[in-house]
């Protein structure tokens, strides 16, 4: 159990080695990520050491702050080499935290139980990621359950959102709405950027659903609410490291692209905000600039504009068969349409082999 918790730290993190699930290109390189700065000294690898092997019957702040810092350097990893290398790793971490919380009291017990949430949380993300969309939906009560026992109130929120954005990924809108507005029951106890994410995915559940009025007043809503939290971002919990106004236009671009393909909207709609986003996102997000990628390949195709949609398709193609089953999935599908309608442009040739299309 120790070698799960310090095996992360060192010169090189090599999260491949721990893989759980079948890379989806074997012919591509192996992941492989360099985090330096998570290796504890000499001090406080003994007092994990300690604590993992029952010499200490108590966790200290000082082994929480590092868990901490573990599961953030995880999830950025997760940013850019995907799901497939890091979860073994993280549910490894998940099972030592846990067996932590037995010997913990106090405040202390509630901050690792709720560590334990953000890690629960984090490994369904993962595994919907990977497709096991069933595993995913046990994690995510879990994590909603330690969440409301340390009285997390933000992380229960967020579980709630996010097991929204797994109703949307399955094409429920009615269960998206209801569960992203459950997540909003917690108002007053959650931050605005909390709340900015459960009304942006009750956008997207509108949008599902063909319901252009509702969709845009939840996300007038919800970019209010963002604003409200860029003024004051260190009062938002480390899991919405990622989340503001650069990140709500992409959630704009494909919240419009859903509208857009269910009402026969203005492409250019979707089009604007996912471009810009493209263009501020850091190239750190290989996995969600490969989604956001086949979104803008999508809308130029909805816009009439199948050169852009080639071109886009092509760009963004290697990452995510590499990296993103659910792009490289909706590429294949963009890929047979315009195959139907450029047959003999050498272009969409090249992307059909770099999608392994027949």
Not at 16 to 39: E, F, R, Y
Not at 82 to 89: F, K, R, T
């Amino acid at each position: 159990m120790l070698d799960d918790l310090t095996d992360s730290g060192g010169d090189l993190y090599r999260l491949v080695a721990k893989q759980s699930s079948p890379d989806p290109s074997p012919g591509l390189p192996v992941p492989v990520l360099s985090l330096p700065d998570l290796a504890p000294d000499p001090d406080l690898n003994d007092r994990i050491t300690r604590t993992m092997e029952g010499l200490r019957h108590h966790v200290d702040a000082s082994v929480i702050e590092w868990l901490h810092r573990c599961l953030a350097e995880h999830r950025k990893a997760e940013d850019t080499i995907g799901a497939g290398p890091v979860i073994a790793v993280v549910q490894a971490q998940l099972s030592s935290v846990s067996a932590l919380t037995r010997n913990a009291s106090g405040p202390l017990a509630d901050q690792l139980t709720s560590l334990v949430a953000q890690y629960a949380q984090f490994v369904a993300w993962m595994c919907n990621d990977l497709g096991d969309k069933a595993a995913a939906l046990g994690w995510y009560d879990r994590a909603h359950d330690w969440a409301m026992e340390a009285g997390d109130a933000s992380m229960a929120a967020t579980a709630l959102s996010m097991k929204a954005h797994l109703a949307w990924s399955v094409g429920n809108p009615t269960r998206t709405v209801r569960l992203s507005e459950a997540a909003r029951w917690h108002e007053g106890r959650i931050t605005p950027g909390v709340q900015g994410m459960a009304t942006q995915m009750t956008a997207r559940g509108h949008a599902l659903g063909g319901d252009a009025s509702a969709t845009l007043a939840a996300l007038d809503t919800a970019e209010r609410l963002i604003r409200r939290a860029a003024e004051h971002p260190e009062d938002e919990p480390s899991w919405m490291y990622f989340y503001g106004e650069t990140w709500l236009a992409g959630q704009r671009g494909m919240i419009m692209l859903d509208l857009v393909e269910r009402t026969g909207r203005d492409a250019s709609q979707a089009i604007a905000p996912l471009e810009l986003f493209l263009n501020q996102l850091p190239a750190t997000y290989v996995r969600d600039r490969a989604w956001y990628g086949a979104c803008l390949a999508r809308a130029h195709s909805a816009a009439g504009d199948l050169d852009a949609a080639s071109q886009t398709a092509r760009t963004f193609a290697p990452d995510a068969v590499r990296l993103n089953r659910y792009a490289a999935d909706d590429l294949r599908t963009l890929h047979g349409l315009l195959s139907r309608r450029m047959s003999s442009d050498p272009g969409i040739r090249e992307l059909g082999e770099v999608l392994q299309c027949a």
